[in-house]
C-alpha cells in the first residue's frame, strides 16, 4: 500500500520521525511529497493539497455492491499543528475522507476505519507526541473498513456531494 506523507512547518519533525517508523510496519511504501527541507514560513494548504490530490486521484470509489478496492491503494497522512486544517483540505477533495486526530480516545481513529473508510490521516504535531502519533498510524493502517452495507450507502453518498 502507497502512503503519501506531507506536512507543514508544524509538523515537519514528527513527519522525518513517522517516515521510517511506516516503513518499518511492512507493506507500505512511503512517499514523502514535502517539505524537504524545514521552513518556518510554509503554508499547510500549499503542502497538504498534492496529498489529498494524489489519494483523491488514485482512490477507487466503493460502489453498491462492489467493494474492491485497486491491489495497491493510497492512503496520505497529513501532518500540521493541529490537525484542523490539514484534515479540512484533504477533504475538499473528491474521494478525500480524512479524520484528524490530535490526542484523546483512539477509538476515533478506529471508527474512521472501520465506519468510514478514512484515506486520509491528519495529525496535530503540537498536540501529540511522538509516541502517540506512531500509535494513532499504527491502528489506523491496520483497522480495515467493514463493508457493512449501511456504510458503503453513507460513502456513497459523501461520494455523490462532491
Keep these: 500500500?502507497?502512503?503519501?506523507?506531507a506536512s507543514d512547518h508544524a509538523g515537519y519533525e514528527l513527519k522525518e520521525k513517522l517516515k521510517p517508523y511506516i516503513a518499518s510496519l511492512g507493506n507500505y511504501e512511503v512517499e514523502d511529497l514535502g517539505p524537504k527541507e524545514y521552513h518556518e514560513t510554509d503554508d499547510y494548504p500549499?503542502?497538504?493539497a498534492p496529498v489529498a490530490r494524489a489519494v483523491s486521484e488514485n482512490w477507487k470509489s466503493i460502489t453498491e455492491g462492489d467493494l474492491e478496492k485497486e491491489k495497491i491503494a493510497t492512503h496520505a497522512i497529513v501532518i500540521g499543528g493541529s490537525s484542523i486544517g490539514e484534515a479540512i483540505v484533504a477533504n475538499r477533495y473528491k474521494r478525500g475522507?480524512?479524520?484528524g486526530y490530535y490526542g484523546g480516545p483512539i477509538d476515533i481513529i478506529k471508527l474512521s476505519r472501520l465506519h468510514n473508510d478514512t484515506n486520509v490521516l491528519?495529525?496535530?504535531?503540537?498536540?501529540?507526541?511522538p509516541e502517540e502519533a506512531m500509535y494513532a498510524v499504527?491502528?489506523?493502517?491496520t483497522t480495515e473498513f467493514t463493508g457493512?452495507?449501511?456504510?458503503?450507502?453513507?460513502?456513497?453518498?459523501l461520494e455523490a456531494l462532491s
Design 97 to 99: 475522507r480524512a479524520v
Design 122 to 129: 491528519s495529525l496535530g504535531a503540537r498536540l501529540i507526541n
Design 148 to 157: 457493512e452495507e449501511r456504510h458503503v450507502r453513507r460513502i456513497n453518498k
Design 138 to 141: 499504527k491502528i489506523w493502517l
Design 1 to 5: 500500500m502507497k502512503i503519501y506523507i
Design 46 to 48: 500549499d503542502l497538504c
